[in-house]
């Protein structure tokens, strides 16, 4: 436990002093993105019996957890991997790499939360605030659980900063446009949709809606649970193995 503690510290201390930083990086895409749905097309387009503003934020705010989750703690591990060589003090360390994975992973969906609260105050003034409550919560943390431990994973296995441009663009940016994000995964044919609604950004997007519209389901929870839990050991075991 001391050591789990130690490390959320140290990311807390880097967090401190980044934090504007940190903030800007965080809301400057989802703003954008606002600006264009909320004032732009506002209540001009209706989705899925709501106002286009209503409907696309929930998706932005998962999708800022997917791009925060993964992006953040993936350069950063292959930084001080492959470039830094700060990673080899944490192989000869004391600190057990189950306990290592662990703690980075939580201190990253810990700072993407910080993010996601910054863009849910943000989506308040235009008027396209979403529904809050423990379902909602469990789902962002779930979300930025499921895409930091993919994100580790990614960092542990790239070996250069242009392969960790290449894994974005080939995981991350395809599943930001296919997920639901901006538009009601109905519209897909029936076959590619089976397979699209098993990603784990799309369950978030379904579930972030479905409890706006009261209606919520324990399914999204349960499939990034099942993410969860195959993401993790493989986590555990790439950082076991660079020992």
């Known amino acids: 436990m ?3 503690i130690s490390i959320l510290w140290k990311e807390w201390i880097v967090f401190k002093n980044k934090l504007f930083e940190i903030s800007l990086s965080a809301l400057l895409g989802p703003m954008m993105y606002l600006f264009a749905f909320g004032w732009g097309l506002g ?3 209706m989705a899925d019996g709501a106002g286009y503003a209503a409907f696309v934020t ?3 705010i998962a999708m800022n957890g997917m791009t925060q989750g993964f ?3 993936a350069n950063d591990i292959n930084m001080s991997r492959v470039y830094q060589k700060t990673f080899e003090t944490v192989i000869i360390s004391p600190v057990s790499m189950p306990v290592f994975t662990l703690a980075r992973i939580s201190a990253n969906v810990l700072r993407c939360l910080y993010s996601a609260i ?3 105050a943000a989506s308040f003034l235009f008027g396209a605030g979403p529904r809050l409550d423990w379902y909602f919560f469990l789902l962002l943390t779930l979300n930025c659980a499921v895409f930091s431990s993919a994100g580790f994973i990614a960092g542990l296995c790239v ?3 242009a392969g960790m441009a290449r894994a974005s663009n080939f995981v991350i940016t395809p599943m930001a446009f296919i997920c639901g994000t901006f538009f009601p995964l109905d519209r897909f044919p029936a076959a590619p949709r089976k397979i699209i609604e098993l990603l784990p950004l799309s369950q978030t997007v379904i579930g972030l809606r479905s409890g706006v519209n009261a209606a919520f389901s324990f399914v ?3 499939a990034l649970l099942a993410w969860l839990a195959a993401l993790i050991p493989v986590a555990v075991f ?3 193995k660079a020992e």
């Open 159 to 161: 070996n250069s900063h």
């Open 118 to 120: 910054l863009i849910i």
């Open 71 to 73: 992006s953040v703690i």
């Open 220 to 222: 999204p929870p349960l």
């Open 2 to 4: 001391n050591q789990f």
């Open 58 to 60: 929930p998706g932005i």
């Open 43 to 45: 209540g001009a387009i």
């Open 238 to 240: 790439l950082c076991k």
